[in-house]
């Protein structure tokens, strides 16, 4: 099931557990942390969205605050939101069908990538569709799903970068390095955050969250860099992922 949350509202209409222990904002960026998409209006869901570094889709109207600027689809604060805009005041349906047209063309995609998990299921290659978060979203999937055959570490493989590959390469050298000291917690781990540190137009930094099986919390920073090999120019792969860091065992 891909997860979605439309609007602020229907946040509101699906309910969650009311416990007064937990600030509403904290609720919210907990829902959110749980999704692969938020599509909103201009509302504080869009920005605490954008801000946790989750893929946004934001409805503007015609006269949208200044902080969107005009004439533009991407954001200048947020880099992993994009701007849908109305062309005539008042009126949806272009933004409405523009959406839905976004939503078609990655529908399979993210079925491949959100439900990685079945022994003989087909690898998935780089492709300049994928993005940053993508990439790292397919090998960490890929990893907490690693089956006896290790195809979970060579999903990861294909999108080590190319320059990368002439150091932990060839594939079997690279299948031991995983599944020593400093990535072993990666293998079949039991959940994964990904947040956004930093971005520049050509490489992506991400700290990643693991909760190993027998609740251990481990730190990852992960970086991702474009590739410029002729056979996926503009691909994004993974260029390094740092030492763990250790913080413990889970409440």
């Known amino acids: ?57 934001i409805m503007l109207a015609k006269n949208a605050r200044w902080h969107w600027l005009t004439n533009r689809r991407e954001s200048l604060w947020y880099p992993t939101a994009t701007l849908f805009r109305q062309e005539k005041m008042g009126d949806w349906n272009d933004v409405i069908n ?66 990368n590959k002439k150091i932990t390469g060839p594939y079997e050298r690279f299948r031991i390095m995983i599944y020593g000291q400093q990535y072993k917690y990666l293998i079949n781990h039991s959940s994964h955050k990904i947040k956004l540190l930093s971005n520049s137009p050509n490489t992506h930094i991400y700290r990643i969250e693991i909760v190993t099986n027998d609740k251990k919390l481990i730190f990852y920073e992960w970086h991702v860099q474009k590739g410029s090999d002729d056979n996926c120019k503009n691909c994004w792969f993974t260029t390094a992922v740092s030492q763990p860091v250790d913080q413990g065992n889970t409440i």
């Open 1 to 57: 099931m891909i997860r979605f949350i439309y609007t602020s509202l229907f946040i509101l209409s699906i309910g969650y557990p009311q416990d007064p222990i937990v600030p509403e904002g904290d609720r919210l960026r907990n829902i959110i942390e749980n999704l692969d998409l938020v599509i909103s209006v201009d509302t504080s869901l869009a920005h605490i969205s954008a801000t946790a570094g989750k893929k946004t889709w």
């Open 98 to 163: 523009s959406i839905g047209m976004e939503l078609k063309k990655i529908t399979v995609l993210f079925m491949f990538i959100f439900y990685f998990s079945e022994l003989n299921a087909e690898l998935i290659k780089p492709s300049k569709k994928l993005d940053p978060y993508d990439v790292v979203k397919i090998q960490l999937k890929a990893l907490k799903n690693n089956n006896e055959k290790d195809q979970g570490i060579r999903q990861t493989w294909l999108f080590a970068h190319p320059d």
